[in-house]
């Protein structure tokens, strides 16, 4: 099994976080997205010790909600003294409607509309990581007419390159995101920022990419920024408070990902900034980090019902699920990799080579080629894609006027609880004239 809160039942069924999903897929139908409460927690702990330990008492985790933004989990980051990420106004929302203080939230984004950043502020947002010099403007002009201070940090690019997908690197000189430091852009923002008379100029944030494994790349973003950060102190007098490294760490999907152990990772971090600080002459910022995919990827499992199995002699068999690209359009927008599992017939060999494909008049609409299934999988048969807690919900859409599934805590007593109403056919309707 990829992840410990998954185990095969004495019934042959697959269990996740205690529970038998089989029958958590009768009793709230399907498609179903399962989240391990108790997982999400952990996790957050695992980050939050870490960061105390290594990065100082005062450091806090981050939690980047767009992998995975509905009502419950902002009341779980509140309950877990977790500060957000948020990326929009709908996210902020979200986190209000939640009982969140959004003065622990900071407001990423490349393009952040002037109503966001009213909205934002209106709201008493704790900080905007702005991206851009237009952006530090309209965040100063609404300051100024509120008569505040707003605390600020700056979107910087290290030119980083992640070794990850490119879809979701984002740290490297020529990316949509931040001001480059190789460019003298970040330099030229940043003194501009620290001079605004409503700002107050915190620090600097990066972030490299997404699903990172390579070694030592948050370790070489961490010295670079902080060569900027000792710049900035030799050049101007700025001292920098904060630095926030961004999220990326990446997940188990499959057998073959590498397992991450955070502790290990914080500690290099750490050790690496600490050294260029010593280096530098210059005091360690506060650091942060804002995990997104790590908090709840292992928490996350959909379940789905097998409507038919195609087979093509000398071809390939395709196993065809209710839900596909609007519930999880992963694959077809990165060819992610993604565990498979015969829920209720976890005993049997696996020997069918088959893709599992959604219910879109799509070809592209793939879960995940390559699965081995059992020769007996057939209509009614319950399938379990693991790992998809972060980034599935969040980017689901209604393509093909599929309703958008329900989402379901797991506890660890064995209860659970819906945390987001499966969308009715009326909902689809809603906002038609
Ligand atoms: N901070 C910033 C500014 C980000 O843009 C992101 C993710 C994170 C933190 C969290 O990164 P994480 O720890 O989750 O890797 N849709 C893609 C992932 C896009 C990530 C976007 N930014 C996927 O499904 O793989």
């Known amino acids: 099994m990829i992840c410990d809160n998954m185990k095969v039942g004495e019934n042959g069924h697959l269990f ?42 005062d450091a806090k985790a981050i939690y980047a909600s767009k992998a995975n933004s509905f009502k419950q989990i902002y009341r779980i980051m509140k309950e877990e003294d977790m500060l957000i990420d948020v990326v929009s106004s709908g996210e902020i ?18 393009n952040k509309t002037d109503w966001d950043i009213a909205y934002a502020m209106d709201h008493g947002i704790g900080c905007f990581v702005c991206d851009n010099v237009e952006e530090v403007k ?61 700002l107050d100029l915190i620090g600097f944030h990066c972030h490299i990419g997404s699903m990172v494994f390579a070694d030592d790349v948050f370790e070489r973003a961490g010295v670079v920024m902080l060569e900027f950060i000792g710049l900035m102190k030799e050049k101007y007098g700025f001292v920098t408070k904060e630095l926030d490294l961004g999220g990326g760490y990446g997940v188990r ?9 955070v502790e290990t990772k914080v500690s290099e971090v750490a050790a690496a900034c600490k050294e260029a600080c010593a280096r530098l002459g210059i005091d360690l910022p506060l650091i942060h980090m804002e995990p997104g995919r790590s908090i709840v990827a292992d928490a996350g499992m959909t379940l789905y019902t097998v409507g038919t199995v195609k087979r093509i002699p000398g071809y390939k068999n395709y196993v065809s699920i209710d839900g596909g690209m609007p519930d999880n359009p992963r694959y077809l927008m990165y060819k992610s990799k993604y565990t498979c599992l015969p829920a209720n017939k976890m005993n049997e060999a696996c020997e069918m080579a088959c893709s599992v494909v959604g219910r879109c008049c799509e070809s592209g609409d793939i879960i995940q080629e390559n699965v081995k299934m059992p020769e007996s999988i057939g209509r009614y048969d319950t399938v379990a894609v693991c790992t998809t807690g972060a980034y599935n919900y969040s980017m689901a859409s209604n393509y093909n006027r599929l309703p ?30």
């Open 253 to 261: 999907y499959v057998e073959d990902d590498p397992y991450l152990d």
């Open 93 to 110: 929302y979200t986190a209000l409607a939640a009982g969140y203080d959004i003065a622990n939230a900071y407001f990423h984004s490349n």
């Open 16 to 57: 996740f976080a205690g529970q038998d999903t089989v029958a958590l897929a009768q009793e709230y139908g399907t498609p179903l997205y399962l989240m391990d409460e108790a997982r999400i927690r952990e996790n957050c702990r695992v980050y939050k010790d870490a960061f105390r330990k290594y990065f100082g008492p």
């Open 404 to 433: 958008r599934p329900a989402m379901v805590m797991l506890r660890p007593d064995g209860t659970s609880y819906v945390v987001v109403r499966r969308e009715s056919l009326e909902d689809l309707v809603r906002n038609d004239v």
């Open 138 to 198: 309209v965040v100063e002009r609404e300051a100024a007419k509120r008569g505040i201070i707003q605390k600020v940090m700056l979107r910087l690019s290290p030119g980083i390159d992640p070794h990850t997908y490119e879809e979701v690197a984002t740290g490297k000189v020529d990316s949509k995101f931040g001001s480059a430091i190789e460019t003298g852009q970040a330099e030229e923002i940043a003194v501009f920022t620290k001079d605004q008379p409503h």
